[in-house]
């Protein structure tokens, strides 16, 4: 095996153990509580895709449209806004004040609805630049089953039956999780540096940091009534899964070679800027 095939192996394992170990901190009532509330007040998970879906796709195009960027770099942020939340960010949600209910019940609402949701967006935003764009239900699918979906339900069912031992297990299932994710990632990120250096200009980071303050900015909007409920909205609205991303990207705009590049720019911008939003929210609690 090769060091690349390496890399993506301990990133793919980070992900199962880390989203495994969320759900062995969850239960089947908190992974479902936004669809059982849907049209209960103040109907959450309308307001999430409201803001996933609508708004940030269109500020994103609106963006695009008004900035003279780079291809990759366009495409890497529309794909971005488009995508759904990354499995391991209840994580960051718990940690911002956010619920148990709220967060992993946004992730599993959001992982199924993205299904048809990323398909449509991605078809309805293509013609805006000029291309028919397209990425089927069954490619979301196989992505956010995988990722999710299976290894989330597992980590519900061991703790459903064994609660005990799953309390015990997932503070050390999250730490391998953790540091193989680190190691895997910054292979990745130091290969990419030359070519994430190379798209910054042209203000490219300035419009991503926008469209990421804006982003947070909506989620806080439609949050809900409580602190904890805007937080968990800002932060999901802002982080988006890179890997739909970049096979939204590659399989649309084959020619822009970078995407991969300006998707990880996006993303270590929103990383950045989440967490001084959520920063600010601890400190405006104390």
Not at 28 to 52: C, E, K, N, W
Not at 70 to 90: H, S
Not at 141 to 154: E, I, Q
Not at 207 to 222: Q, R
Request: charged share 10%.
């Amino acid at each position: 095996m090769d060091a690349q095939s390496l890399i993506k192996a301990s990133l793919s394992a980070s992900i199962l153990m880390l989203v495994f170990a969320l759900g062995l901190r969850a239960s089947f009532a908190d992974a479902t509580s936004l669809f059982r509330g849907l049209f209960q007040t103040p109907r959450r998970l309308l307001r999430a895709l409201v803001a996933m879906y609508v708004v940030v796709p269109a500020l994103a195009v609106g963006l695009g449209l008004l900035f003279d960027l780079p291809q990759p770099v366009r495409t890497g942020m529309l794909a971005m806004a488009i995508a759904p939340i990354p499995p391991i960010l209840p994580g960051k949600q718990l940690k911002f004040g956010g619920s148990s209910a709220h967060a992993f019940g946004l992730l599993v609402a959001v992982s199924l609805c993205s299904v048809l949701l990323v398909p449509l967006v991605v078809h309805l935003i293509g013609p805006v630049f000029g291309r028919q764009a397209a990425f089927s239900s069954a490619q979301v699918a196989g992505l956010r089953g995988s990722t999710v979906l299976l290894p989330l339900l597992a980590g519900l069912a061991f703790r459903h039956f064994a609660p005990s031992r799953a309390e015990r297990l997932a503070p050390w299932i999250s730490r391998m999780g953790t540091a193989l994710l680190i190691a895997g990632a910054l292979p990745v990120l130091v290969a990419a540096a030359p070519a994430i250096a190379a798209l910054t200009g042209d203000g490219a980071v300035l419009v991503i940091a926008m469209l990421v303050i804006c982003a947070i900015a909506v989620g806080h909007a439609l949050g809900g009534p409580t602190e904890g409920e805007r937080s968990t909205l800002a932060v999901a609205t802002a982080n988006r899964h890179p890997g739909v991303a970049l096979a939204i990207g590659t399989i649309n705009v084959p020619e822009a070679t970078q995407v991969g590049a300006a998707v990880l720019m996006y993303l270590l911008v929103s990383l950045v800027l989440t967490s001084l939003y959520g920063a600010l929210r601890r400190s405006s609690r104390a």
